[in-house]
């Protein structure tokens, strides 16, 4: 994931509007990628996986897409809610089952009705 | 089934002090990993637990330490308070055999 700091990017759309959180991640044998969505006071909550093995993975209402070239990770979210606006976490494990997550430092995602 | 159960939720503590915070994994986890989460720093990983065992450590000092017990409730300590590790305390637990874990709602502590 990206170093982490004391900005946070920040994304603002329309209700209805799809959005894209992008990612940059840090280790090219990272083999497993999550998004997390963290409403505030809250823990993370999870959204959708996608494998090294796997370009683009869809889920309901959202797509991660993957690109190793270079090293770059996005989330889409289609028609886009109020109950979105969030803060969005990428995450890699290295390897191995062993749970380990490096988290990029958070997008703010706000939903105007 | 029910989610990923951390207690207490919000605890403040003095400088010097230590702590001990708990958590009960989704029924049938066997994997208990634990992270802050500061403005500052972000989530950063502190320490995986599977089957009682210390399997990964993050670069915490040796004032954060944990344990995981049977029944794959996990407990995590931190002595020596420091103003610094004022933060959110999240746990997650995992199946032991994927990636996926699934976090808590976290503790909050605030030292003082």
């Known amino acids: 994931g990206e170093s982490v700091g004391l900005h946070l990017p920040t994304l603002s759309v329309q209700e209805g509007d799809n959005s894209i959180i992008n990612c940059a991640y840090s280790?090219?044998?990272?083999?497993?990628f999550i998004w997390y969505k963290q409403e505030s006071g809250k823990g993370p909550q999870f959204i959708i996986d996608i494998r090294s093995n796997m370009d683009k993975r869809q889920g309901q209402r959202v797509t991660v897409l993957l690109n190793k070239t270079v090293k770059h990770l996005s989330l889409q979210i289609a028609a886009t809610q109020p109950g979105d606006s969030a803060v969005y976490f990428c995450?890699?494990?290295?390897?191995?089952?062993?749970?380990?997550?490096?988290f990029g430092k958070g997008t703010l995602l706000t939903v105007n009705p | 089934k029910a989610g990923v159960t951390q207690t207490p939720r919000y605890l403040i503590k003095t400088r010097g002090q230590q702590v001990t915070l708990s958590c009960s994994p989704i029924s049938g986890h066997r994997s208990v990993s634990w992270y802050q989460q500061t403005p500052g720093q972000g989530l950063q990983f502190l320490f995986e637990?599977?089957?009682?065992?210390?399997?990964n450590k993050g670069n915490f000092p040796g004032r954060f330490s944990g344990r995981q017990f049977s029944n794959s409730r996990s407990e995590m300590n931190v002595s020596t308070l420091e103003l610094g590790d004022s933060a959110l305390y999240l746990c997650?637990?995992?199946?032991?055999?994927?990636?996926?874990?699934?976090f808590g709602e976290g503790s909050w502590l605030t030292v003082v």
């Open positions: 637990y599977f089957s009682e065992t210390q399997r």
């Open positions: 997650a637990s995992g199946e032991g055999s994927g990636n996926t874990i699934y």
């Open positions: 995450a890699e494990d290295s390897g191995g089952s062993n749970y380990k997550l490096t």
């Open positions: 280790n090219s044998a990272s083999d497993y």
